[in-house]
């Protein structure tokens, strides 16, 4: 097991579910089927390995329901925790918790089905928090797929609508008076016109659905 450090002060917390049929990317199973969407889901989970492994930040990646012994997230470059409690804000801020207590100074969250996401994009987003307060990346749907922040504030994890078209605008609001970095807009892949844009993907239903 690799030991937690804070020697860089900087900290990324991955959350991601336990990829199962029929419990993953379930707005996308419904125009494509569960197992088409586990494929999905699993092709994305990679790519957020891919971007996440060399980055050069302490690494820690939340489970939904159970920590596996051995899968794709490899312990030399990941560390593995569950997540805990009742809604995703309160699991956020559970996490964001930790990382704070553990020493770390400068903590950023992402999900793992953002295919547009890159490992350059997350080095921006860690160098945006060297002057800033907070950093977010918006979502076309509302929502958004990153969140950073240098000290825990709790109100941006509570009383929202999660999934909902007002997360945005609502965390917005939580931190007015804050310095914010806000990031470029990117496209979450959760419906089945999330993933036109993507040839790599749209094969992806197509091999399933052969089968």
Do not use: C
């Amino acid at each position: 097991m690799r030991k937690e450090s804070s020697t860089s002060g900087e900290l990324l917390l991955i959350f991601t579910r336990n990829p199962e049929l029929g419990k993953v990317k379930k707005r996308l199973a419904a125009g494509i089927g569960d197992m088409a969407a586990l494929k999905i889901y699993k092709h994305l989970l990679q790519h957020t390995v891919e971007i996440t492994k060399n980055l050069q930040v302490e690494k820690w990646v939340y489970y939904s329901d159970e920590i596996p012994e051995k899968d794709i997230w490899e312990k030399k470059s990941f560390s593995k925790k569950l997540q805990q409690g009742k809604d995703l804000g309160e699991r956020m801020e559970n996490a964001f918790r930790s990382g704070f207590d553990a020493g770390f100074s400068s903590i950023i969250i992402i999900g793992s089905d953002l295919y547009d996401l890159s490992e350059e994009d997350l080095k921006k987003a860690f160098l945006a928090l060297k002057d800033s307060e907070a950093v977010i990346g918006p979502a076309t749907d509302g929502g958004y797929y990153l969140l950073g922040m240098k000290s825990l504030t709790s109100q941006v994890f509570k009383n929202k609508t999660w999934g909902g078209n007002l997360v945005l605008e609502a965390t917005l609001k939580d931190l007015k008076g804050y310095k914010i970095t806000q990031l470029e807009a990117r496209n979450d892949i959760d419906r089945l016109e999330d993933m036109r844009p993507h040839r790599e993907l749209m094969r992806i239903i197509e091999k399933t659905e052969e089968l």
